[in-house]
C-alpha cells in the first residue's frame, strides 16, 4: 500500500531523496508518516524520522538530526526523506510507514548503500 523510491548507491557525503506513495488508490490522510531503516545484519528496524499529520511538526533519531529532512506534499500525497551529507553508517533498507490509532502500513523498503 506504499511505495518508496529514490534509493541507490552514492558516496559518502553525497544526497539522496526518498519518495513514498501510497498505491492502489489508498490515500492516507490524518495519518502519522514516517521512515524507518534496517541496517545490514540487523533484525530490527529503527526510527529515522516522522512528522505529525495535523501540525507538520517533525522528529529525527540523533543519529540523522541536521542531515535529514522529512517533509509531505498532501497534494500529491506523498512523503519525502532529503537525505543530505549521507555516511557508510546510513547504508540501510529504508522503508516509509503510515500510522494512525492502531492501524499501520508499510512500504516494502527501497535499498540506499553509501560507499566510503
Known amino acids: 500500500q506504499l511505495v518508496e523510491s529514490g534509493g541507490g548507491l552514492v558516496e559518502s557525503g553525497g544526497s539522496l531523496r526518498l519518495s513514498c506513495t501510497p498505491s492502489?488508490?489508498?490515500?492516507?490522510?490524518?495519518?502519522?508518516r514516517a521512515w524507518f531503516r534496517r541496517a545490514p545484519g540487523k533484525v530490527d528496524r529503527e526510527f529515522v524520522a516522522?512528522?505529525?499529520?495535523?501540525?507538520?511538526?517533525?522528529f529525527y533519531a540523533s543519529s540523522v538530526k541536521g542531515r535529514f529532512t522529512i517533509s509531505r506534499d498532501n497534494a500529491k500525497n506523498t512523503v519525502y526523506l532529503q537525505m543530505d551529507g549521507l555516511k557508510p553508517d546510513d547504508t540501510a533498507v529504508y522503508y516509509c510507514?503510515?500510522?494512525?490509532?492502531?492501524?499501520?502500513?508499510w512500504g516494502r523498503g527501497n535499498q540506499v548503500t553509501v560507499s566510503s
Open positions: 510507514n503510515a500510522s494512525r490509532g492502531g492501524t499501520t502500513s
Open positions: 516522522s512528522i505529525n499529520w495535523d501540525d507538520d511538526d517533525t
Open positions: 492502489g488508490g489508498r490515500t492516507f490522510d490524518n495519518y502519522e
